[in-house]
């Protein structure tokens, strides 16, 4: 089921997560739903609170990337309660988006390699290193879970810049080709 996108200015994408515990129920209907939502809106990467849900579970899949990052050459994965064990002091500076802010690209810098700890689907626990553009798809979905976005990342002159574009998504007139759900509609 496509689930509806919660908006830039909703207060769900603010909130800190809450940890996602092993008994939550329908699991795995709720990470189906959220990759047929991120896949019906083109994104690469969907965290829980972007469905309006403040809970720790991100999904991802780089994979359509493979041609211009071979690092996201079958990086499909479902991360529960990820926890960042390293973060490169090395940054690579460059231009993302959000289905949450549609239309807003700017460039973030991100850490170029970061070791991550989380659960999957089946509770597995995982520990693997990302690289590239992989890394910086887990660090931009992460930091939903910690209620801040992608452009509290950059200048305040860019914010700026971009003050006319952040307004109509919140006041729901932006041209949005998924199902979206902005504060002011
Ligand atoms: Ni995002």
Redesign the pocket.
């Known amino acids: 089921m496509i689930l509806p996108v919660f908006l830039y200015g909703q207060p769900v994408l603010r909130k800190e997560a809450e940890d996602v515990p092993e008994d939550y129920p329908d699991l795995k209907q709720l990470v189906a739903n959220m990759f047929e939502t991120m896949y019906n809106a083109d ?1 690469v ?3 829980a609170p ?1 469905v309006g849900l403040s809970i720790r579970l991100v999904v991802i899949d780089g994979d359509v990337m493979r041609d211009d990052f071979p690092e996201c050459k079958g990086f499909k994965r479902v991360l529960i309660n990820p926890e960042f064990l390293e973060r490169s002091e090395e940054e690579v500076a460059m231009e ?6 549609p239309g807003v690209h700017e460039k973030v810098s991100r850490s170029k390699t970061v070791r991550v700890r989380y659960r999957d689907e089946n509770w597995e626990e995982h520990e693997e290193l990302v690289e590239g553009f992989a890394a910086r798809i887990v660090q ?2 992460c ?2 879970l910690t209620g801040h ?2 452009i509290d990342n950059v200048s305040a002159i860019r914010r700026q810049l971009n003050k006319g574009k952040l307004n109509s998504i919140i006041k729901g007139t932006v041209r949005c080709s998924y199902r979206a759900k902005a504060v002011g509609k």
């Open positions: 994104g990467g969907l965290a972007q993302e988006g959000c289905l949450s802010l931009h979905e930091e939903h976005v992608f």
